[in-house]
């Protein structure tokens, strides 16, 4: 169960302790079980709200945890042992002698998951971390490394760049290729699956992955989440270089939460955050950074989904062994850029340079030339059916009683926010949408699983002035939103 617990992309489990003993449990719904004080955790609605994701080992209800990031049980599953990340620079100097060595790494890494598969799903977009997979599959199977057939698999609104640039790439290398639609249907679907796996992500992180796990006759799939944060040191558009600390700017973000209830949580943040970067500490403020966000955010919010998919059909992440990313989170940062895939195509397949990225509309790095503007750069309408299609199902469920009964939450504040969002129309998903599309999902958790609030709590001034900011934050928010477009 824990043969890979060192890869990054490791799809974690729950555990509960128990008279010393840690007791494991391979979903949300069986550590639930187990838990008779299904009490809500405010800390966790603290740090989801403003981060879109639980921090450390947190689950939505206290007393059940998420096992820690780089650890398993020791032989008597009394106490956790944790891998290391050392501190030792790797002597590299130039850009082409990483490239090199970050492909002979990452070919291992490939071989090693496909062992004896026949036949492969990859995860393909029009960005550049799952090409990268796609060129190095490519690569090895041409040399006869491997032998795998492949099937490419995209989830999109057609027309979109991301649908498109991916065919191209299956059509360039002769693979079959399934594409999944996106609409407000799949996000209803998304919504409820949410609610069984714990809220522990927004609905609107799920897209097709429902889908694709029901698929047959495919031995794996590999995913390439991981490629822009390993190779070029991008965390959410920002490079590692330049990260702040995930405990900056952690306020009761649009006011959502009672005032007291917010003070209470917001005492344990710190510690959540503190505790892994006791376990695996960085000489340089950045790389502290760097792993909070391969701990919290990476693991917290982008695996959980995956694991949809690794119950039904076996998921590696590429770029996440051991050897891969403690190799380049030792490389100096200079060398950690956008160059990294530019010399690693150049190197193995010139071709796929010339198919824009889906995030510019233009081939990589050459920024001189006309966006394509053929073909959307968004894949969904997230924003658009959370306050049009889906508006009455989601109202329905954040102010059913469910919500309110938590005694955490300020219902009137998220009345109003949702109010001003839905006069925006904008069909781009925003915080509100991606927080509103949530609370539906734990709506729908609480009376399934019974999950209890907190005692009643009541200062009616300052609720009264909370309101009052809340209806400020929103209105502006959504002002600037609208202004940009």
């Not at 169960?1 to 391979?26: D, P, Q, R, V």
């Not at 206290?62 to 599953?77: D, E, I, M, V, Y």
């Not at 919504?191 to 796990?213: D, K, Q, V, Y």
């Not at 300020?410 to 915080?431: P, Q, V």
């Amino acid at each position: 169960m824990f043969k890979n617990y060192n890869n990054l992309g490791f799809h974690s489990k729950y555990y509960t302790l128990k008279n010393e003993k840690i007791n494991i449990f391979k979903t949300f719904g069986d550590g639930i079980k187990s838990t008779s004080n299904r009490e809500i955790d405010t800390t966790a609605i603290i740090e989801f709200i403003n981060r879109f994701y639980f921090f450390a080992d947190r689950t939505i209800i206290k007393n059940l945890n998420k096992t820690p990031w780089l650890a398993k049980p020791n032989a008597s599953n009394s106490k956790w042992e944790f891998d290391t990340i050392n501190n030792k620079p790797q002597q590299i100097t130039t850009e082409q002698e990483f490239a090199d060595l970050f492909i002979e790494k990452v070919e291992k890494e490939i071989i090693n998951y496909i062992g004896n598969a026949e036949k492969i799903g990859i995860l393909l977009t029009g960005g550049m971390d799952s090409r990268i997979v796609a060129a190095l599959v490519h690569k090895l199977n041409t040399e006869k490394r491997i032998n795998v057939k492949v099937l490419a698999l995209t989830w999109g609104m057609e027309n979109s760049r991301d649908i498109v640039y991916a065919e191209r790439i299956a059509k360039k290398y002769h693979w079959k290729n399934k594409s999944f639609k996106l609409n407000a249907e799949t996000l209803k679907q998304n919504i409820i699956t949410t609610a069984n796996e714990g809220c522990e992500f927004s609905p609107i992180h799920l897209h097709g992955m429902n889908e694709i796990s029901n698929e047959k006759g495919l031995d794996l799939i590999l995913a390439g989440s991981f490629g822009d944060s390993i190779g070029r040191a991008e965390y959410s558009s920002k490079h590692a270089s330049k990260l702040n600390s995930i405990a900056t700017g952690i306020t009761n973000k649009f006011f959502f939460l009672n005032n007291n209830q917010f003070k209470k949580g917001r005492e344990n943040i710190d510690n959540d955050i503190k505790k892994y970067l006791s376990l695996f500490p960085r000489k340089l403020n950045y790389s502290n950074f760097e792993i909070e966000q391969m701990a919290h955010y990476m693991r917290r919010e982008l695996n959980p989904c995956m694991t949809l998919i690794d119950r039904k059909i076996k998921l590696y992440q590429v770029f996440s062994t051991a050897e891969v990313y403690k190799f380049v989170l030792n490389t100096p940062i200079s060398l950690r850029n956008d160059k990294l895939y530019f010399n690693v195509l150049h190197k193995i397949d010139k071709s796929l340079l010339d198919i824009p990225w889906a995030r510019t509309g233009k081939p990589y790095l050459k920024n001189d030339i006309l966006e394509d503007i053929k073909y959307t750069k968004g894949y969904h309408q997230y924003g658009k059916w959370i306050k049009n299609d889906l508006a009455a199902y989601i109202d329905d469920l954040i102010f059913n009683g469910n919500i309110e009964s938590l005694n955490i939450f300020n219902m009137e504040a998220i009345k109003y926010a949702i109010k001003i969002n839905k006069k925006s129309n904008l069909i781009a998903s925003n915080r509100i949408d991606e927080l509103i599309v949530w609370l539906a999902s734990l709506s729908i958790l609480i009376e399934k699983k019974n999950i209890k609030g907190v005692q009643k709590q009541k200062n009616i001034f300052m609720d009264f002035i909370t309101l009052l900011k809340s209806k400020s934050y929103s209105f502006l928010y959504i002002k600037l939103l609208t202004l940009k477009k």
